[in-house]
Nanobody, 123 residues
Framework: VQLQASGGGLVQAGGSLRLSCAVS????????MSWFRQAPGKEREFVAV???????RYADSVKDRFTISRDNAKNTVYLQMNSLKPEDTAVYYC??????????????????WGQGTLVTVSS
C-alpha cells in the first residue's frame, strides 16, 4: 500500500488549504482513511477519519473547520481545512487500515502511512 500526501503550504490565519492523499494498492472505498498531524516537539495526533463510505469523526480542535472526504473514482482522500489557525501548523499525514475498530483512532492503530505534507499557518 502506498499513500502520497500533497497540498501543504504556507497560508495566513483564517485561510484555507485542501490536502490530498492518493492511494495505490488499496481501495479507498473499502478502507478506513484518516488524517493525523504532528507539530514540532509534539506527538502525532488524530485529526479526522472517514469510515468506509459513511461516517466521519473529527478531533474537537478541528470540528466545524475541517472536512474529510473521498473520491472513490480517483482513489483519493481529501482534507479541506478552513479557518486555519497558527496552532494548526504541523506536518499532516494520511493513514489507512482495513477494519474499523471501536477505539479508533490512535496513530498506533494504523500501519499504512503517507510521507507527510507540511502546513504552516502564519499569524
Amino acid at each position: 500500500v502506498q499513500l502520497q500526501a500533497s497540498g501543504g503550504g504556507l497560508v495566513q490565519a483564517g485561510g484555507s488549504l485542501r490536502l490530498s492523499c492518493a492511494v495505490s494498492g488499496r481501495t479507498v472505498s473499502t478502507s478506513i482513511m484518516s488524517w493525523f498531524r504532528q507539530a514540532p516537539g509534539k506527538e502525532r495526533e488524530f485529526v479526522a477519519v472517514s469510515k468506509y463510505s459513511t461516517g466521519t469523526r473529527y478531533a474537537d480542535s478541528v470540528k466545524d473547520r475541517f472536512t474529510i472526504s473521498r473520491d472513490n473514482a480517483k482513489n483519493t482522500v481529501y482534507l479541506q481545512m478552513n479557518s486555519l489557525k497558527p496552532e494548526d501548523t504541523a506536518v499532516y499525514y494520511c493513514a489507512s487500515r482495513i477494519n474499523w475498530i471501536v477505539t479508533c483512532c490512535r496513530a498506533s492503530d494504523f500501519a499504512s502511512w503517507g510521507q507527510g505534507t507540511l502546513v504552516t499557518v502564519s499569524s
